[in-house]
């Protein structure tokens, strides 16, 4: 997690309200002034700083992200808003256990400024999508998506925060899906049932 942390808190309180059984071990951010790290830590929720600039290169970054997940015993690693690129080191240690939540109707508008280049490229339905992180970006397997509109007149921040009410509402409800471990990787698609 990088910054504001809306989709930690809506996986918070999904876990709180048991719509989602789960229980949130660790948050980990890039960044020491994270909103969702208070939020994690107002949650009574292990969070931690893993600070970049005290690690050579990017491999020792994530050896540290992936020692500190390890000693949770995590299962499964939720990015939400993480703006760094998964390493390999990651990717290893979690193969098919990251997922993440990008702005868009995946495979389309890939990358940063999603709800922006939706609206520059002029679709008229963009939307949310969480998918297994795989060394490519915003490309792996897709668990859920879910279709937003584009209105007459909508700004990157009007398009994002109809997207934003999405997200919240569908990365728990991934999180359960890929929980219940009854589910395959065919080809590139995620596949419930087993
Ligand atoms: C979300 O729009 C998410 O899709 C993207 O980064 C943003 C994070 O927002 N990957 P928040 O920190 O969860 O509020």
Known sequence: MY????NLQSIIDAVKSHA????IELVVSNRADAAGLTRA???GIAAVFLNPREHASRDDYDQAMVDALRAREIWLVCLAGFMRLVGPRLLEAFPNRILNIHPSLLPSFPGLEAQRQALVH???VSGATVHLVTAEL???PIVAQSAVSVIDGDSVESLSARILVEEHRIYPEAIRRVLENNWRIDGRRFVSGS
Do not use: Y
């Not at 910054?3 to 809306?6: L, T």
């Not at 989602?20 to 229980?23: E, N, T, V």
């Open 122 to 124: 002029g679709v008229r």
């Open 138 to 140: 915003d490309g792996g």
């Open 20 to 23: 989602l059984d789960a229980s």
């Open 41 to 43: 830590r107002g949650a």
């Open 3 to 6: 910054g504001r942390g809306s």
